[in-house]
């Protein structure tokens, strides 16, 4: 699949947060190509907040001693507008976490200003083709009122990261049934990243003796896959917090990784990829609210897969994802008059 921007001209990048942990890790998988490719050179943006500027000078100091070969130049600022100026590609990372305990909705009001005052420097400063990832949470809920503070940037552009529930499932599935990851695809997550996610297996193909079949051809545990799979995943971040003590960041980084090369660079053939977009009303979806579908991506564009079906179990799990972000749409608005 050839890559969306074929251009030798630097990209410009911006990652916010990046004094913070995700962002530690997920600096050097772009300035070491993983995410643009081996030929595309970079000019990092990283933005932090005021008091953050040490550490950020830390980790720019850091970024110099790695010797990038990719990497023409970082620009390492508090400064909106600088960080915002003309980039190409957004990481939109700075946010509060959460810690043992919450809900990621619980951050919506300590976070959903930064992402509209982040919409307006979108709107202001960046490329009119911006894409933009939003890691931050709630992260579907971020990603609306970004777009919506946004109104130059078209609303495709905007997304929100499920990438790591896709990963988290994928794992728990080539495990069960004890396949490779890589010969695991089209998992599915549905709605919001919160615990009302639903990871839907009904549609996961299996490679084995080099052809593709379907979950349900080969050895594995219905049963297992609705009452262990979706709980599994949808509280796999509070596991990881109450372990660590530290929301996931290695594996935020490497999801978030994943959701921009796959943007960048399309999917394969027959591979579907998870992104929360805006939707159109597909799968009955109210029109507007950030959503995790399945998607594939040709020439820089995501396509929601069509034409799925859904039965009574998937409606009441798509019901109550919906449900949840249309509350966390309401609450939202309020908290951004
Ligand atoms: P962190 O606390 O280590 O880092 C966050 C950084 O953001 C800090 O350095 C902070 O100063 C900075 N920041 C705060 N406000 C900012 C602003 N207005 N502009 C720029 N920077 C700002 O947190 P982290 O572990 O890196 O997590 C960041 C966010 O990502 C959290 O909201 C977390 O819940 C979320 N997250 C999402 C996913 C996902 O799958 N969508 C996965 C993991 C974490
Ligand atoms: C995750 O899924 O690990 C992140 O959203 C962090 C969290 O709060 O769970």
Redesign the pocket.
């Known amino acids: 699949m050839a890559p969306a921007t074929a251009s030798n001209e630097p990209i410009r990048v911006l990652i ?8 530690y890790s997920l600096i050097p998988l772009i300035a070491k190509g993983e995410v643009f490719g081996q030929k595309q050179e970079i000019i990092l943006h990283l ?3 005021q ?2 500027l040490g ?1 950020l000078n830390g980790v720019a100091m850091e970024i110099s001693d790695c010797a990038f070969p990719l990497l023409r130049d970082v620009v390492a600022t508090a400064d909106v507008a600088a960080a915002f100026k003309g980039i190409s590609y957004a990481f939109l ?6 810690r043992e305990g919450m809900e ?1 909705k619980d ?1 919506l009001k300590a ?1 959903v200003r ?1 992402f509209k ?2 919409g307006g420097a979108l709107d202001q400063f960046a490329k009119k083709d911006v894409k933009v990832l939003v ?3 709630p ?1 579907n809920t971020n990603a609306l009122i970004c777009s919506k503070y946004a109104p130059s940037i078209p609303k495709e552009n905007i997304t ?3 990438r ?2 896709q990963n988290r499932a994928t794992a728990q599935v080539a495990q069960h049934v004890q396949a490779r990851i890589q010969d695991v695809r089209k998992v599915i997550i549905w709605g919001n ?1 919160s615990n009302t996610q639903f990871p839907d297996a009904r549609f996961v193909e299996v490679q084995k003796d080099g052809s593709w079949t379907s979950i349900s051809k080969v050895q594995h545990d219905e049963k297992w896959l609705k009452e262990s799979l979706i709980p599994l995943v949808q509280k796999r ?1 509070a596991e990881v917090i109450a372990a660590r003590k ?4 290695m594996s ?1 980084a490497q ?1 978030a990784a994943d959701h921009m090369r796959n943007w960048f660079n399309g999917t394969e053939k027959d591979q579907w990829v998870n992104m929360a977009v805006v939707s159109k009303g597909e799968y009955g979806i109210p029109e507007g609210l950030v959503f995790s579908f399945p998607v594939t991506v040709e020439n820089g564009q995501w396509k929601i897969v069509p034409n799925l079906a859904i039965d009574d179990f998937s409606k009441e799990k798509l019901k109550i994802t919906t449900t949840e972000l249309e509350e966390e749409r309401t609450e939202a608005h309020a908290a951004c008059e």
């Open positions: 916010t947060g990046a004094a913070g942990q995700i962002a933005l932090d907040i008091p953050m550490v990372v700075g946010a509060m976490p959460r990621r951050l976070n930064i005052d982040q890691v931050g949470n992260a929100a990261m499920t790591l529930d990243h971040g530290l929301s996931s960041a935020a999801a």
